[in-house]
């Protein structure tokens, strides 16, 4: 082999190289990319006119900015997070998420479940979600003071808490700007009317800030 040859042969070998080290690095984007919501009757239009809860809002807003991106609503009313987590995985491996937004919580604190326990269930929902790959935003959640000062407390800190040791998005309190408004409620007192969708639509999408280029990738 002449020099000529081993020289065009090197560049060849030292090309190929470098295309294959880039591989990893070149971003997958699915034609059909999903969000899927994960919460309880918070996010499942509980009480609500069909197509009137915050979760519509989001698929709206996402079609006006012509984005891929795809809603699947999971919610059902009444879930906590034991039972978020047994269903978790079916979802994860049917519809294949880029972002899950984890709602729940807040049933286990209203029927006086451990704290350790909604804990460990959240903090293995967001390393199954993980672990798959999908982006994921916890909502935090507060209940009633009538439920005891420390327990209170202690589940009020435990959003903030989990989000951090496990490097995810946090929604502080995804009731902001409603759960002190008596007129944003239905007649239960517990489940917010449609006028309070649009608020907790706009707490969700600024809590999206950090995914916001990944939601327009087309």
Same mark, same amino acid.
């Given at each position: 082999?002449?020099?000529?040859?081993?020289?065009?042969?090197?560049?060849?070998?030292?090309?190929?190289?470098?295309?294959?080290?880039?591989?990893?690095?070149?971003?997958?984007?699915?034609?059909?990319?999903?969000?899927?919501?994960?919460?309880?009757?918070?996010?499942?239009?509980?009480?609500?006119?069909?197509?009137?809860?915050?979760?519509?809002?989001?698929?709206?807003?996402?079609?006006?900015?012509?984005?891929?991106?795809?809603?699947?609503?999971?919610?059902?009313?009444?879930?906590?997070?034991?039972?978020?987590?047994?269903? @978790?995985?079916?979802? +994860?491996? %049917? #519809?294949?998420?880029?972002?899950? !937004?984890?709602?729940?919580? $807040?049933?286990? *604190?209203?029927?006086?479940?451990?704290?350790?326990?909604?804990?460990?269930?959240?903090?293995?929902?967001?390393?199954?979600?993980?672990?798959?790959?999908?982006?994921?935003?916890?909502?935090?959640?507060?209940?009633?003071?009538?439920?005891?000062?420390?327990?209170?407390?202690?589940?009020?800190? @435990?959003?903030?808490? +989990?989000? %951090? #040791?496990?490097?995810?998005?946090? !929604?502080?309190?995804?009731? $902001?700007?409603? *759960?002190?408004?008596?007129?944003?409620?239905?007649?239960?007192?517990?489940?917010?009317?449609?006028?309070?969708?649009?608020?907790?639509?706009?707490?969700?999408?600024?809590?999206?800030?950090?995914?916001?280029?990944?939601?327009?990738?087309?």
């Amino acid at each position: 082999m002449n020099c000529y040859r081993l020289t065009l042969l090197i560049k060849e070998l030292l090309l190929t190289g470098l295309f294959c080290l880039l591989i990893p690095f070149t971003p997958v984007v699915h034609a059909n990319p999903v969000i899927l919501v994960m919460g309880d009757s918070l996010s499942a239009e509980y009480g609500l006119p069909r197509g009137a809860g915050w979760v519509k809002l989001l698929e709206v807003q996402l079609q006006k900015q012509a984005s891929p991106w795809s809603v699947f609503n999971a919610s059902i009313s009444g879930e906590t997070s034991s039972g978020g987590l047994n269903r @978790l995985p079916a979802l +994860l491996e %049917s #519809k294949k998420p880029g972002i899950v !937004l984890l709602e729940l919580g $807040a049933n286990d *604190a209203l029927r006086g479940l451990s704290l350790g326990q909604t804990t460990m269930n959240l903090r293995r929902m967001i390393e199954l979600s993980k672990d798959s790959g999908a982006k994921v935003l916890l909502f935090g959640m507060q209940i009633p003071p009538n439920y005891g000062q420390q327990y209170t407390k202690q589940f009020k800190e @435990l959003y903030p808490a +989990l989000a %951090s #040791k496990e490097g995810v998005a946090l !929604l502080p309190f995804f009731l $902001a700007g409603v *759960a002190s408004n008596a007129e944003l409620f239905q007649a239960d007192n517990i489940h917010p009317n449609t006028a309070a969708q649009s608020i907790l639509f706009k707490n969700v999408w600024g809590a999206l800030a950090p995914y916001q280029k990944l939601l327009q990738v087309q």
